[in-house]
């Protein structure tokens, strides 16, 4: 079954303390993927999309990276505005249907 | 550019009574998606459309039905409500590049629908 998974569910960093999250996927095709972060009490905003492996992009303070199972998302010395909910979505080539996982918490500390 | 606009933001039903829900999309975004969210499941695909056409469809029952309009604003409608259908509904417009859903999706803030 096609399955998108987030780690961790939630974290908690000091400012400027850097880390990634992880979105790993099993799909059959994928045809691509996208990051979102989501404040609380809105709509998700779209961040990223990776098409295939090796690719990655960035802006400001974080930087998606995409394997053939897995993608990251790296946050440099982050700030307490980038707290958040991040969420990874993936598009399945043979019918198009987006799947999402369930997201990553993330608490900047100041 | 004014973005995505759902209306209501908030609505409470009890079982049995049906909802219609609005999404007004980015001008010039000919493609809706619908989604659900909850604490859960986290976000479900509902369904997409694109040019007053159903594009794609997730796994929900057949109580959950949509539309598009020629101006691309959309309704989705929820008919004999479940306790379980409390969620907030997302609405998402693109472009609706040839091919599916890939170009970038803006989402609007939402419905939150309860179900007393």
């Known amino acids: 079954e096609d399955q998108v998974t987030q780690s961790p569910e939630a974290l908690r960093l000091q400012e400027g303390e850097s880390s990634s999250l992880n979105c790993s996927y099993t799909?059959?095709?994928?045809?691509?993927l996208f990051w979102y972060r989501q404040d609380p009490g809105k709509g998700p905003e779209f961040l990223f999309t990776?098409?295939?492996a090796g690719e990655e992009k960035e802006k400001e303070r974080l930087k998606a990276t995409l394997t053939k199972k897995e993608s990251f998302l790296h946050i440099t010395a982050p700030k307490p505005e980038d707290s958040a909910t991040y969420l990874c979505?993936?598009?399945?080539?043979?019918?198009?249907?987006?799947?999402f996982g369930k997201g990553t918490r993330l608490h900047i500390l100041p | 550019k004014a973005g995505v606009t759902q209306t209501p933001r908030y609505l409470i039903k009890t079982r049995g009574q049906q909802v219609t829900l609005s999404c007004s999309p980015i001008?010039?975004?000919?493609?809706v998606s619908w989604y659900q969210q909850t604490p859960g499941q986290g976000l479900q695909f509902l369904f997409e459309?694109?040019?007053?056409?159903?594009?794609n469809k997730g796994n929900f029952p057949g109580r959950f039905s949509g539309r598009q309009f020629s101006n691309s604003r959309s309704e989705m409608n929820v008919s004999t409500l479940e306790l379980g259908d409390s969620a907030l509904y997302l609405c998402?417009?693109?472009?609706?590049?040839?091919?599916?859903?890939?170009?970038?999706?803006?989402f609007g803030p939402g419905t939150r629908l309860t179900v007393l």
């Open positions: 998402a417009s693109s472009l609706g590049l040839a091919g599916g859903s890939m170009d970038e999706q803006f």
């Open positions: 799909v059959s095709g994928l045809r691509g």
């Open positions: 990776l098409y295939s």
């Open positions: 979505a993936v598009q399945r080539g043979r019918d198009d249907k987006i799947i």
């Open positions: 001008s010039g975004h000919r493609s």
């Open positions: 459309y694109f040019s007053e056409t159903q594009r």
